[in-house]
Structures are given as C-alpha cells and as structure tokens.
C-alpha cells in the first residue's frame, strides 16, 4: 500500500480528504504511483505532470523520507518506506509567488 | 419575472452576482474554486443554466469547469488542450523561435445553438472546440497554421487568444482576435483563417500595410448588424462596418485612446463603450478619475460616464474581458476592475454603482439575462 498526501487544492478537486492510499501490483515508482493515482482520479490528469510530455509540473514537487524526488528518474523504485506504506509519498505545491 | 446573473472571474475564484429586473439588489455567491485564476466564465445562450468556467493556477495548470444548475455545482470536464499536429515555432520576446506551448485558457464562448458546444481561445495562441460539453478538445489548427502564425509573438500578457465572436447570421464564419497578432476571421467555421487587420496602425511596426503584429486588446459586434465590428486595439479605437475588410479610427475625443474592453449597448447597435486608460505603462485612468466614455454615433463623438464612479484618487485598470451587457429593456453594463471593484449601471451608462467592491483582482465579467 502506498500513502500519498496531495496539496489542498488537489485534495479539493479529488474531493478526497487526508492520506490516498493506494495498491500497486507493480514495483512502486514515481510513474506508477502517478499513473496509478491518476487512474483512480482522473480529473487529476494535467495537474501533476504534463498530459503529453508527462513531465512533472514547474511549481510540483515530490517529497517522501525527507527526501527531494522531485528530479529522481521517473522509473526508479520508491524509498522502501514509501513502498511498505510506512512513510507517505508527499505531492507538494512549491512555495512561489501569488 | 425576468433577472440578471453577473459571472465574475478573478485572481483567486469565480464570484455570482444575482439580482431581479430591477437590478439595485444584489446577491454575492463564492468565492468558487476559491485560490484559482479563473479567467473566464459564460453560460450557454441555448441553455442558461450551462456555464462553462476556465480555471487555473501556476501550480497545477488549466481545468474546464461545467455546470448544468447555473452554477450551484460543477464539474471538472475535460482539461487536454494539445496542438493537433507538430505544432512548431512561433517568435519569442527576443526574436528567436520557440515551440507552441499550451499555458492557459483565456476565454471560452459557447455556441450560439448547441449547448455541448464551446469553443476555447488559448495561450499560445490556438483556438480550439469542444462539441461534447467539455471534456475532449480539438484544435481548430487552420489558424494557427494558416501562414502567418511563426510570425506571432507574445505580448505582454501572452500570445493569448481573447475573442471568439460567432456571426448568428451566418454559422460559417467566426471572428477572434490575439494579442499582438491582430484579428482574423474564418467564412468555413473555423477550418481554414486569414488576417483581417487592413487599416491598423501601430507605431511601432515599421510596415504601414503590416498584416499581422497588431495588438488588438478586444473586438465586439452587436448581433443584429454582424458585419460592424468595434476594436479597442493597444492605441486606438477602431470600426469596421464590412466584418473586418478594413477598418477605420474612431477614437474622435477620447482622452486617451488606449484602453482593454469594448462593448456594444443591446440595443442600439451604434451606441458603444470603452474604458480610456493613461497608458501601456500606466494601466490606470487618466488624473486618477474612473470614466466610462459612451459613443452614440458608433464612434469619434464620445461623452464620460461619470455617476457613481470615483472621480479622484483611483488608479485601477479595466481588463479586456471584464466588460458586459445585459439585454433587459433599460440596457445594463457592468464592469470590473483590477481593484476587486464591479460596477453596474441599470440605464445603459448614466448612473452606476460598485456591486461588490472587495473582490480579487477581476479578470472577466460575463452577464446573463435570464427570464
């Protein structure tokens, strides 16, 4: 089980409230646990990574065992913890402007 | 018993303002989407209750809004806006070329006859529709490739699509406009454009005959007289009375003629607004006094609205799509400013008064008139 933890803004538009948890079958990585969150909630296709490049948004970051994986490869494994679900994946909006 | 519903876009959310026939009492809805840019909301003309709102942020990009209860509830629908094809080069501020990018949606203008219809002026400039209420989007990419569009480069705002006018006479031909391209217009509904900017001049495109790189802010036309159509350009404010083939200044007295909106009265297709500010470098009114400036005569003679509108110390600016009317007997405009200020006038201009005052920065003002 994977925990993910969106922004409010992102919570808002899921209408979800607290942690995401969710079932990965396949090796926990960035892209499948996007993939896979992005399945369950659609409407958050575009919001966290582009819809054709799927490039990570500008003012997106990911956090997770106090670790910046915002630029790590997309297709490598998660942090164990992340993996076990004993530490949450964080999707953060960046603290910019506005 | 006929009402008004005054949509409201801003900085951070999307605010509803009703009020009955008489329009003095107003009530205030929202913020929805609160924290959001909401550039742009407008219902359906087929079907009053279907709204479509555009929504997005810096963070977490564009998404379509929809709702089908006049704005009680919505519903996120589709956000995929991509270039139908390679979508290639355009200029940077800079001279060089850089590919097309989708940033945001700047206005969305629903069809004339089918509700599940919209279309969506963009930046990078594109236009694109939409026939299932929202959620798929398709390029109508014969304006951005119909020749001149490697030449477009952003304005200051963007090289964003502002206007989408639909002609209700004749379902084949659309008129929108970009900044700092100019304005162009398609007689095959949206498949093949060319520029109709014969008659703009701009000081600083060195080509007196240049067909495009004019910075047109906003275009209107009333619907009886399709063919007239009425420019706030950067400077300038300009007509053209055969659907853009040329066009001639009719800034006549203003006291300056830059400015953002530009609406037509619903009822009389030659009276006409615009909002003078200072400058492109001052965004706000001359001597500090908020004028509205009335054309009866379809331009060149103009007189400043004044009632109920600060005559000193107000330094706001006028978007260009923060302008509307609506179409009961006594014709009302209203208008919002970067201030958070609408304003709204029951007697086609004489007399206003601030709506609501303490919004966000307004970005857009749409009206319906509803039975």
Request: include cysteine; proline fraction near 7%.
């Amino acid at each position: 089980m994977i925990r993910i933890v969106l922004p409010a803004h992102l919570r808002m538009l899921a209408r979800v409230n607290g942690e995401v948890t969710l079932d990965i079958t396949d090796r926990a990585t960035q892209r499948s646990v996007l993939d896979a969150l992005e399945g369950r909630y659609p409407v958050l296709r575009g919001t966290i990574r582009d819809h054709v490049t799927q490039q990570r948004r500008p003012y997106v970051r990911f956090f997770a065992c106090a670790r910046d994986l915002s630029h790590d490869q997309p297709d490598a494994p998660m942090p164990d913890a992340v993996a076990r679900g004993a530490e949450p994946y964080l999707i953060v909006g960046a603290m910019a402007g506005g | 018993m006929s009402a008004v519903r005054v949509l409201v876009g801003t900085r951070k959310g999307a605010f509803f303002l009703t009020s009955d026939g008489k329009r003095k009492q107003w009530d205030v809805s929202g913020p929805h989407f609160a924290g959001w840019e909401i550039y742009h909301v407008k219902g359906s003309p087929v079907d009053p209750n279907r709204l479509y709102a555009s929504q997005s942020s810096g963070w977490f990009g564009q998404l379509i809004q929809r709702s089908d209860d006049g704005g009680k509830t919505w519903e996120p629908v589709g956000n995929e806006f991509v270039y139908d094809g390679v979508p290639g080069t355009h200029q940077w501020y800079d001279g060089t070329l850089r590919p097309w990018e989708f940033k945001r949606v700047w206005h969305l203008e629903p069809s004339l006859t089918d509700p599940d219809a919209v279309y969506a002026g963009v930046e990078d400039a594109a236009l694109f529709r939409s026939g299932d209420g929202g959620k798929t989007w398709q390029e109508l990419r014969g304006l951005r490739e119909h020749g001149s569009g490697p030449s477009w480069q952003p304005g200051a705002g963007g090289t964003c699509l502002h206007t989408i006018i639909q002609d209700p006479s004749n379902p084949q031909r659309i008129f929108i406009a970009i900044s700092a391209a100019g304005a162009f217009r398609s007689d095959d509904a949206g498949n093949t454009w060319r520029p109709i900017n014969h008659g703009l001049k701009s000081e600083q495109i060195p080509d007196p005959n240049a067909e495009v790189g004019h910075c047109v802010h906003r275009v209107a036309m009333h619907p009886s007289r399709p063919n007239v159509l009425f420019m706030q350009k950067h400077w300038d404010v300009m007509r053209s009375d055969d659907a853009g083939e040329s066009w001639q200044e009719v800034s006549g007295n203003l006291p300056t003629d830059f400015g953002f909106p530009i609406e037509v009265h619903a009822h009389e297709p030659e009276t006409i607004y615009v909002v003078p500010i200072k400058s492109d470098s001052e965004h706000f009114p001359p001597e500090g006094k908020l004028r509205v400036y009335r054309s009866r005569t379809g331009g060149n003679e103009w007189e400043a609205l004044t009632k109920g509108l600060p005559q000193r110390d107000c330094y706001v600016n006028v978007l260009r799509d923060a302008m509307a009317v609506d179409s009961l007997d006594s014709c009302g405009v209203y208008f919002g400013t970067t201030g958070g200020q609408v304003y709204a006038s029951n007697d086609a201009g004489d007399n206003w008064e601030p709506i609501v005052r303490d919004l966000p920065a307004v970005l857009s003002v749409e009206v319906q008139t509803l039975a």
